[in-house]
């Protein structure tokens, strides 16, 4: 089981929780952030300091959000498992559902 970052992190990118990860496998999309499933330790720091609630423990994804899951996996298909989200740093594309959507507001 892993954490899984959904919709409401598009266009926000608070980063927030990357700042909390203590294995550094939070990694930075063109338009969200990104849990790598190997990686993640399943600690839970990232998920209270998220200020939209956009992270969630895997068994516990809102049905509406539930592609994000898959997501998640998909976007380390190219990239595999670097060991670590600095050493890669912002990498510019998405994965659906999140590269399918029109931008998105967020209240500052």
Known sequence: ??????E???DLQDKACIEECPVD??????????????????CGA???VCPVEAIYYEDDVPDQWKDYTKANADFFEELGS???A???GRVERDVPPA??????????
């Open 82 to 84: 670097p060991g670590g």
């Open 8 to 10: 409401p992190c598009v």
């Open 25 to 42: 496998c939070i990694y930075e999309g063109g338009r969200m952030l990104y849990i790598h499933p190997d990686e993640c330790v399943d």
């Open 46 to 48: 990232c998920e209270p």
């Open 86 to 88: 600095s050493k890669v």
């Open 1 to 6: 089981m892993t954490y899984v970052i959904a």
């Open 99 to 108: 590269s399918g959507l029109p931008p998105q507001e967020h209240d500052a």
